[in-house]
């Protein structure tokens, strides 16, 4: 197919682009370094140094023989848009062209306009260069699991069937995200559902859970084409942020009772996720949504288990207990669907001590690089004591 993969130089995106074109797609990534530039901005650098754009596509296709092209540019300009598909008419598109941060959604006014306004601006812009260049093209969005907050009932699988006065319908799970960036991407469904029965776009949204690792086929090839792995508290998901602190030997910080439940998924499963959503495309006029995790864990489970896999490679691994800078249940029922994947094929890789041990590996050849002054949180959704109140818990 042709593809064309909004956010490209992104933590998902780059390992995206790499799988796909070494399937033999024709691949168009396109990015505006914005995610590079704010890390910038707020000191939050990854753990290792990614070569840009073009010179990760030359570096993969002397490696593969498989060719990458570049565009460079903001999907939040539509005239960029408009340009990208009447000059690829592509039949895919991978949608992570948007802010990914939380925390950065919060740190104040500037940030939350900026999230908001690049993040929807997105979003709608390709939703018109499809409706009006490429109206079969099928769009593959990524959601997030965050847009459901943590209800009381289960979670179904994007939709709800609703009884009410003697009626019934079918609706979109209602949702109640915890930050302004998880608010943009509920914000993003609703956009596409309107333009889906509208217009008769075909659309999948992925509600994807936090990802951690930094190893794909492609990516193994050299280390120059890994992904932009971050552990700061801005850009670092969870797991990738305890591996780097038990390297460093730095306690695991966990926020508030880390009582907190997610559904987790591995780098090499989203990949997955994402091809077996393209190789099985959905008929004009739906939306499809499929919850994208393999296993759910709270906060203190996972510490516990970096710490296992930690003691297994002979570090000392403490865990640390801040008050929550995070407005959020700390103490929740959580009970998500997430068959739709498995049944069209998903081989989960399951986050076993030696898939985390293997990834320690990784980050201690660049200990050296590992800032701690990019792990304390910086950012509060809350007035809260002062964030070095900590609570030693000493490893077991």
Not at 108 to 113: D, I, L, P, S
Not at 157 to 185: M, N, V
Not at 243 to 250: P, R, S
């Amino acid at each position: 197919m042709r593809i064309i993969i909004l956010g490209g130089d992104g933590y998902l995106g780059w390992p995206t682009a790499m799988r796909f074109a070494a399937r033999g797609h024709e691949v168009v990534v396109a990015d505006n370094y914005l995610r590079r530039h704010i890390a910038m901005e707020t000191s939050s650098e990854a753990l290792m140094p990614n070569p840009n754009l073009q010179e990760r596509a030359r570096l993969f296709e002397t490696l593969s023989g498989r060719r990458i092209q570049v565009e460079i540019g903001d999907c939040a300009d539509y005239r960029f848009m408009e340009r990208l598909f009447t000059e690829y008419r592509p039949e895919a598109v991978v949608h992570y062209a948007e802010q990914p941060s939380a925390p950065y959604s919060m740190m104040g006014y500037e940030q939350a306009r900026r999230t908001l306004e690049n993040n929807l601006n997105a979003t709608f812009n390709l939703i018109w260069a499809v409706k009006d260049h490429a109206r079969d093209c099928h769009i593959v969005k990524l959601g997030t699991m965050g847009e459901y907050g943590t209800p009381n009932i289960d979670i179904e699988e994007g939709w709800i069937d609703i009884e009410h006065k003697g009626r019934k319908d079918t609706f979109l799970f209602p949702r109640q995200a915890g930050s302004l960036y998880h608010t943009t991407k509920v914000l993003d469904t609703d956009l596409l559902w309107f333009y889906v029965r509208t217009y008769g776009l075909r659309v999948t949204d992925l509600m994807q859970g936090p990802v951690y690792g930094l190893s794909t086929e492609e990516a193994d090839l050299d280390e120059r084409l890994m992904p932009n792995f971050h552990y700061d508290d801005i850009f670092g998901t969870l797991v990738n942020r305890f591996l780097v602190q038990a390297v460093a030997g730095i306690p695991l910080t966990v926020y508030g009772k880390g009582g907190q439940v997610r559904g987790y998924l591995n780098l090499k499963d989203t990949m997955q996720c994402v091809e077996l959503a393209l190789d099985s495309p959905v008929p004009a006029g739906k939306l499809r949504v499929l919850n994208q995790f393999t296993e759910t864990f709270s906060v203190n489970e996972l510490a516990a288990r970096v710490q296992e896999a930690g003691r297994e490679a002979r570090l000392h691994v403490e865990i640390a207990h801040l008050d929550n800078p995070r407005k959020e249940a700390e103490e929740h029922y959580y009970n998500p669907a997430h068959s739709g994947l498995l049944e069209l094929g998903l081989k989960p890789h399951y986050m076993t001590t030696a898939v985390l041990e293997g990834m320690m590996g990784q980050v201690v050849r660049h200990r050296d690089r590992i800032d701690p002054a990019k792990i304390p949180p910086r950012v509060r959704w809350k007035e809260a004591p002062a964030p070095d109140a900590l609570v030693q818990v000493p490893a077991v």
